[in-house]
């Protein structure tokens, strides 16, 4: 598989996306004629610097408003055609992408366009080069790549082809099938986006909102089945034109245009096996069973106020590692670690970030596929020296920096709490029963990265994107589930709010948040009392307005209010909460209780917690310590 990425899709200098493009592993490069324009090296430098990289310029673009002009525009358009063929000669590229036009003048006609195209096609076979045409979703005459096909058809010439656009067919709401019917070595080139489901002006949406295949919600898989369909063998490429990506890092954003790639071949050869892909095997994408372990990495001095924190929330030092300073914390189905190592990654995360979640230990059905998979698509691998008889458990690096070791039910890795630790003793608790959701906190333009890194190795499901109101801005959230596994991904993009504070302060760390789960959120609350729990305090005007909101039964609010449990609900049943005080660094418990077939997560509830949380935090700017 060739895969390609136009130079508009990311942020930085030519050098600079040339590089990160590179490094993601593309094999070549759109050059958008702007990013050619503002660059101080000639065409051949230019096409020399592409080469150093290891990378082929696959298409140039674009070259607008050619087809049906009147004279003398008509002319015109051919003279700069030729000046274009020239330029591409230089470069080192024979694609050029011809979008169709929106010039006032334009005049219909698929006859009259078709020849254009016939006389451009022999202008272009004598410098050596071929024609793309592709239709604008948008296009004044063409915006279909059904019509586009036909001009292309009509015009009958070796060098002239058709591009196609998954971003202009889905957009206009086109049926992908329709591509089935074109032979596949009439296709010159295929550009890839998708895009959020959002209602408005096709340009403006198109210039400002796609994002990479598997990000947004348009079919880019049945788009890419019909392509794939029809024998198309040449390059895949992304094109996208996003506001947040202009501003992101250049390095994470290649990364995820080629994860997002390999992941859709990947759907495409799977939803439909008869298609020929070209792709390495590897395993399917599998859900998490469930949450095994968290780990918490800090320092002697820092860990007994940690350790404070889990005894009041009913967790119980039930053992140790073999070899290593690292100690059990159980209650329910829950193991927490706490890793006061003074070397290896738990203490580098520690002197990083302060006392963190360090690494998220997860079963899965087979955890070297899960993990071959992952590095398949791109994650990074994490190795560890283990000592003699301990076990080497699979692991990739995840956000914030974070470590996420796979686990499985069929291997010796069942076995870790027997052969890497020594446990015993009697278990107590507050009624704690497990792991429901992790809340990991991030810069906002992060977070698309990162859902894209759950549902593509986990084949995770995306909610909503929400907006949650802090007094100091707004914070984006969006919860990924895979199987057993919720996380809830908290992009931040202004600094005061809890969610900002906690990644500039922290410098990074993923885990602002562990939400356990309860059976019975009120016995749990009277046991965690009676241990001491920094519970969060709650307002009264919050269970004045919950009451009347829900209508619910004014023995259950003062049950409520006398607990500071918060309420939601949805279609499906029911959700209570309830929260300890931050840490010094904004870290946070959550104790939750799931009714029916309740799917949220309390968002709702979100603007009263902050608000409490930040009454009870230390003010900004005040040392932890």
């Known amino acids: 598989m060739k895969t390609s990425i136009a130079t508009v899709s ?20 759109e050059i958008f004629e702007q990013d050619f324009i503002a660059s101080d090296f000639s065409p051949r430098e230019v096409g020399q610097m592409v080469r150093d990289h290891g990378l082929e310029i696959t298409l140039f673009q ?24 020239d330029l591409m000669n230089q470069l080192g590229t024979d694609l050029v992408l011809v979008c169709s036009s929106i010039h006032p003048a334009a005049m219909g006609g698929i006859d009259r366009m078709a020849a254009d195209f016939a006389e451009l096609g022999d202008l272009a076979r004598s410098h050596g080069v071929r024609v793309g045409f592709e239709a604008l979703c948008w296009g004044r005459h063409v915006n279909d790549h059904r019509d586009a096909w036909e001009v292309v058809r009509r015009a009958d010439h070796a060098h002239v082809g058709l591009i196609l656009d998954s971003f202009h067919t889905l957009g206009r709401k086109i049926d992908p099938e329709t591509i089935r019917r074109i032979p596949g070595d009439r296709i010159f080139f295929v550009q890839l986006a998708d895009a959020p489901a959002i209602d408005m002006d096709l340009l403006y949406w198109s210039r400002h909102f796609r994002n990479m295949p598997g990000e947004g919600d348009l079919d880019v898989t049945g788009f890419m089945r019909a392509v794939a369909a029809t024998g198309y063998a040449g390059p895949l490429s992304l094109e996208i034109f996003n ?21 859709l071949m990947d759907r495409v050869r799977r939803e439909e096996p008869a298609l020929k892909v070209d792709l390495p095997a590897f395993p399917p994408e599998a859900p998490v069973e469930r949450v095994e372990f968290i780990e918490f990495a800090t320092s002697p001095a ?86 003699a008889g301990e076990l080497t458990i699979p692991a990739i690096r995840g956000v914030g920096g974070s470590m996420l070791r796979f686990l499985d039910a069929g291997s010796d890795l069942s076995r870790i709490w027997e052969v890497d630790f020594r446990t015993g003793g009697p278990l107590t608790g507050a009624g704690i029963t497990g792991v429901d959701h992790i809340g990991q ?20 499901r995306k909610a909503p994107m929400v907006d949650v109101a802090d007094p100091d801005g707004l914070v984006r959230s969006q919860a990924v589930q895979s199987g057993g596994l919720r996380v809830t991904l908290n992009g931040a993009e202004a600094r005061r709010t809890l969610a900002g504070r906690f990644v500039e302060e922290t410098f990074g760390s993923a885990v602002q948040h562990i939400a356990f789960a309860s059976a019975d959120i009120f016995a749990t609350a009277g046991a965690l009392a009676a241990r001491g729990f920094p519970v969060l305090t709650i307002g009264a005007n919050y269970y004045d307005d919950v009451e009347a909101r829900f209508g619910l039964d004014p023995a259950l609010v003062a049950r409520m209010r006398g607990a500071n449990v918060l309420y939601d609900e949805d279609a499906g049943g029911q959700f209570f909460q309830l929260y300890s005080a931050p840490r010094p660094d904004g870290f946070f418990f959550e104790i939750v209780q799931r009714q029916a077939n309740y799917q949220g997560y309390g968002a709702p509830n979100a603007p009263f917690r902050i608000a409490a949380q930040k009454r009870a935090a230390r003010p900004a700017g005040m040392p932890r310590r």
Request: avoid cysteine; charge should be neutral; proline fraction near 4%.
């Open 243 to 263: 506001d947040q990506f202009r501003a992101g890092l250049p390095r994470l954003i290649a990364q995820d245009g080629h994860r997002s790639l390999i992941a």
């Open 62 to 85: 674009p070259f607008r408003d050619f087809e049906g002009l009147p004279e003398p525009h008509r002319s015109r358009a051919f003279a700069r055609a030729a000046r274009k063929f």
């Open 302 to 387: 820092e860990a007994p106020g940690l350790e404070s924190l889990l005894a009041a929330t009913g967790f119980t030092r039930a053992g140790a590692h073999v070899s290593k300073p690292v100690t059990l914390w159980r209650q329910g189905g829950v193991n927490l670690l706490v890793n006061t190592d003074s070397q290896g990654f738990a203490h580098s995360s520690f002197v990083t970030h302060g006392t963190t979640v360090a690494e998220i230990g997860l079963v899965v059905p087979d955890a070297r596929a899960t993990h071959a998979r992952a590095r398949a698509l791109l994650a990074q691998s994490h190795e560890q020296d283990n000592k």
């Open 441 to 460: 906190t991030m810069a906002y333009d992060e977070m698309l990265s990162w859902a894209l890194f759950y549902s593509t190795i986990f084949g995770a």
């Open 10 to 29: 990311i942020s930085g200098t030519f050098a600079e996306k040339l590089r990160a493009i590179a490094d993601a592993g593309f094999d070549g490069i």
